[in-house]
């Protein structure tokens, strides 16, 4: 089995570390760099940021707060939100991001999934998909693609669509659900293994994660191959090294 990583999700607004539920009701957490740091020491696997209204204000990724965390990381650094074109790509991978994360840009053009990956290579490419559930027999897919930090729906069956950003060349799936987004009910685990069963690329689960059996739930029964969470690490309801431990004593392989 491979190592299942544990990704600490820095959300930027207003160059402030921000967590919300659902995707709204957002309160401040902390300054992104001092918490960039203080993962990094305290043994996360990556870390990711995330720009989160730049699409929603129709702007690039802001680059000066990207730098500033930049300089303080010493793992895998992804940074997504704002990400319009290979330019946009181009500029955060000058600034040293290992990997660079598209969404709504993805939806729009999934034509760039391949362009992305043709010049960059695939493992310096992720796809996040934010999706939701709906209700039975409303007309719309059951789990559907939503974008523009969830304000927008799609009508995208989400399944199909991580099956084609696959095959178009995306390395890497962020699935979020806006359902479990903040909630600390747990992983949406039918969205996840869903996704998980259905491409061979790693899944990322996110949204929900609360307590530690959550994430083991993730891995075991959402089959995904890392765990991403915000609000549990940023308010110190749990530390990274005591995720670890609980996993590998239940027999999940994990880098300590």
């Known amino acids: 089995m491979n190592e299942i990583k544990i990704i600490p999700c820095l959300d930027v607004k207003n160059g402030r570390v921000v967590k919300g539920v659902n995707f709204v009701n957002l309160r401040d957490a902390r300054d992104p760099v001092e918490a960039a740091e203080a993962y990094c020491k305290e043994g996360a696997d990556e870390l990711v940021f995330l720009d989160i209204f730049a699409t929603v204000e129709s702007r690039g990724t802001r680059l000066e707060w990207v730098k500033k965390v930049v300089e303080k990381v010493t793992v895998p650094f992804a940074v997504g939100g704002g990400i319009r074109n290979i330019e946009d790509m181009k500029s955060l991978f000058d600034i040293g991001v290992d990997e660079v994360s598209i969404n709504t840009a993805a939806v729009r053009n999934p034509e760039l999934i391949a362009e992305a990956s043709g010049k960059f290579g695939k493992e310096k490419l992720v796809v996040a998909i934010d999706g939701r559930k709906n209700p039975p027999e409303c007309g719309l897919p059951r789990l559907e693609v939503v974008v523009k930090s969830g304000s927008e729906a799609t009508g995208i069956e989400l399944v199909g669509w991580a099956k084609k950003v696959e095959e178009l060349g995306a390395g890497e799936i962020l699935l979020t659900s806006k359902d479990a987004d903040g909630t600390k009910d747990g992983y949406d685990l039918e969205m996840t293994k869903a996704v998980a069963e259905a491409v061979s690329i790693p899944v990322i689960a996110s949204g929900g994660a609360g307590k530690l059996e959550h994430l083991y739930e993730a891995v075991t029964i959402g089959k995904a191959s890392a765990v991403l969470a915000a609000s549990i690490f ?23």
């Open 234 to 256: 940023h308010f110190g309801e749990i530390s990274i090294a005591e995720a670890k431990r609980y996993l590998k004593e239940k027999g999940i392989a994990v880098r300590i």
